[in-house]
């Protein structure tokens, strides 16, 4: 499907942003190549969404479906580890999630996409955005209406996943990845001596108590037949040892399956902080500091990148999975909140390190695979014969 001049252009740009690497809503350098790669393709380019996000549009003037490919552009604040001859130039700040190979992969589709635009009919949208982590980007493209005027139908992206041979595509139908909501709690006392417990209110013993409860969300109130998960990541209070603290603040982060566990879960949170407070005439405040929807891909789209990336032999293998490979979340959800699609997953590799490490490196060999399945699909979606 590419032939080995645009395999290498691919690989180049891929560790030309990999040296590169830029945080959350500060993808310039990043978004600039971007869109200069786009315009020279052909396509209609605008720049500046939702900051620094890029949507580029191939309009056939054919009547057809509206297909929308994602890419994420954003690097993480981590100082590289690796000793590579394309390490990171910019100390603190790593490609550890493997953007640069998404955001590489989707220009090298584009590029063989506009090759064929003779043979398409119906609309692309490919959209390049900003700040997956952490930043809700792609809630941010979705507000400045990057699925709109038209109206995208399906929506399909990718993410690499270390510890999965090395090429192989893969789909979860329905849930597949972690809905993610986290809260500050905070726990109001009242301070006092730490031999006169009974003149005050400890905010530290009512906080490890909401601890302990809310283990009891997962345990007793979801289904033990679906997947969260309740993982108190902060708890800070006093500082010295002969007084009971006045507050105590609590970071808590709740992972859900779908809507269902995140109601069990995330919708019982005050119940349990308002009960344990109340038993103890402690007063609380909770503020929610981070939301990602669960990521549902639609059953029929991901029969079809399954049988597109089968018919088109884009991978060696190919395989449908029946549990989520990680409850990690993706801000991909957002747009499947608003159109059905499918988000897919290519193995970076069984050997080497996962997301987020400081020794990570996005697979080169698998770009054809994932470039290879997008542009299977808009042939599928898209092509006259279709
Ligand atoms: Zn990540
Ligand atoms: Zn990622």
Redesign the pocket.
């Known amino acids: 499907m590419f032939d080995d001049v645009q395999l290498r252009r691919a690989v180049a740009l891929r560790r030309d942003l990999h040296q590169h690497p830029e945080l959350k809503f500060e993808e310039h350098r990043t978004a600039g190549k971007v869109a200069e790669g786009l315009r020279d393709l052909g396509y209609a380019v605008r720049e500046g969404i939702a900051r620094t996000g890029v949507l580029a549009e191939l309009d056939t003037g054919r009547p057809g479906p509206v297909i929308a490919l994602r890419a994420d552009m954003d690097a993480?604040p981590i100082e590289e580890a690796n000793d590579l001859a394309h390490r990171s130039a910019h100390a603190g700040r790593m490609h550890?999630?493997?953007?640069d190979g998404h955001t590489a992969a989707l220009m090298l589709a584009a590029e063989t996409i506009m090759q064929c635009r003779e043979h398409l009919s119906g609309h692309l949208k490919l959209i390049f955005q900003p700040a997956?982590?952490g930043g809700n980007g792609a809630e941010r493209m979705i507000q400045e209406g990057v699925l709109d005027a038209p109206r995208v139908e399906a929506i399909f992206g990718y993410h690499n996943r270390p510890g999965f041979e090395s090429g192989m595509l893969f789909v979860k139908p329905g849930s597949a990845m972690g809905g993610n909501d986290t809260y500050r709690v905070i726990v109001q006392g009242r301070s006092g001596h730490a031999a006169m417990p009974h003149l005050a209110v400890d905010p530290i013993y009512v906080g490890t108590s909401i601890v302990q409860q809310l283990q009891g969300l997962t345990a007793r109130h979801k289904s033990p037949l679906r997947a969260g998960v309740i993982t108190v990541a902060a708890f800070h209070a006093g500082d010295a040892a002969n007084v009971i603290p006045g507050e105590a603040e609590l970071l808590v982060n709740i992972r859900n399956d779908g809507d269902e566990v995140r109601e069990a879960l995330a919708g019982h949170l005050e119940q349990v902080v308002a009960g344990v407070c109340n038993a103890h005439g402690a007063g609380y405040r909770i503020e929610q500091l981070h939301h990602v929807p669960p990521l549902v891909n639609d059953p029929e789209w991901s029969e079809l990148v399954l049988k597109v990336g089968r018919d088109r032999g884009v991978a060696r293998r190919i395989e449908k999975v029946d549990t989520m490979p990680t409850m990690?979340a993706?801000d991909f959800a957002f747009y499947l909140r608003e159109v059905p699609g499918c988000f897919f997953f290519v193995g970076n590799g069984e050997e080497g390190a996962y997301?987020?490490n400081d020794r990570y490196e996005f697979n080169d060999e698998i770009l054809p695979v994932a470039a290879g399945t997008f542009v299977a699909l808009v042939d599928a979606l898209m092509g006259q014969e279709a």
């Not at 550890?96 to 953007?99: E, F, K, L, S, Y």
Request: aromatic residues 0%; glycine residues 18%; contains cysteine.
């Open positions: 993480l550890a999630c493997g953007h997956e982590e990690g993706e997301l987020h």
